[in-house]
């Protein structure tokens, strides 16, 4: 299960062993982060129960979770359902960002919260949270909004009063300091995906004493997890050889 730069680099490794096939499934949601896969499929598989009906059908042996960590409704799902057919399962998540000297975070736990304290915060706000939760922040109309995700919000959905762009990382540090200063930003929004793909606003951020409201990640369903590429592949080869 993909999305990610690490299941774009994570299936490659694992296309190349001998003897194995591998399927990634996209949610579809954004363009893929890169060319298509030898097999790939694109879609929800209708909750637990039609993963469950899917990994039998493929027989599949190995599952693997290397979706976004916000991610957290397949990621339960992927998890329930590996147990219940009893196949192996390992859940790839990049480690969160920590704050470091300089840094001016403000952790909240959802974007309700976050959407809560930006009033007297700031009044023209960096929104870099993807399009799903816009909405959240739309009755805030009195707050000006630069809003970034890799695709566009549908036509109908709510969205609070600013800019959009619809931009691919991974983005540069001057880039990133431009784009700031140029829209005059007082306070980003951000969710706490890790990576360096978007990390360089965190940077900005700092060097200009800009706040950030980060958004804490949802907690992971029970497992075995691993933090890059290489630890799992050096689980998936344990697995093979057995």
Same mark, same amino acid.
């Given at each position: 299960? /993909? /999305? ?23 949610? /579809?949601?954004? !363009? ?22 899917? &990994? ?33 399962? &390992? ?11 300089? @840094? !001016? ?14 009033? /007297? ?9 993807? !399009? ?32 959009f762009r619809a931009e691919r990382g991974p983005f540069s540090l001057n880039s990133e300091r431009a784009l700031l200063q140029d829209y005059r930003i007082g306070a980003i929004v951000s969710k706490n995906s890790g990576g360096d793909a ?7 951020? !700092?060097? &200009? ?18 933090? @890059? ?14």
């Open positions: 299960m /993909g /999305g990610t730069g690490e299941a774009v680099e994570l299936a490659a490794k694992v296309a190349a062993i001998p003897g194995t096939t591998v399927i990634t499934s996209l949610a /579809g949601r954004t !363009r893929p982060p890169t060319a298509s896969f030898a097999s790939t499929r694109v879609g929800g598989f209708g909750g637990v129960p039609g993963l469950i009906d899917y &990994l039998r059908q493929q027989r599949i042996d190995i599952s693997i979770d290397a979706t976004h960590p916000f991610a957290d409704g397949i990621s339960g799902n992927a998890a329930a359902a590996a147990t219940a057919v009893g196949i192996p399962h &390992l859940q790839l998540v990049r480690p969160a960002w920590e704050p470091t000297q300089g @840094d !001016r975070w403000i952790d909240v736990a959802s974007h309700e919260a976050a959407a809560g304290i930006l009033p /007297g915060l700031a009044e023209r706000i960096f929104l870099s949270i993807g !399009r799903q939760e816009l909405e959240k922040y739309a009755h805030l109309r009195e707050l000006w909004f630069l809003m970034r995700a890799i695709e566009p919000p549908l036509p109908d959905a709510p969205m609070p009063p600013g800019n978007t990390y360089a606003k965190i940077i900005a951020a !700092r060097e &200009l004493g800009i706040p950030v409201v980060m958004v804490r990640r949802p907690p992971m369903p029970p497992g075995v997890r691993v933090g @890059d590429v290489d630890s799992a592949l050096r689980w998936l080869s344990g697995k093979l050889l057995n």
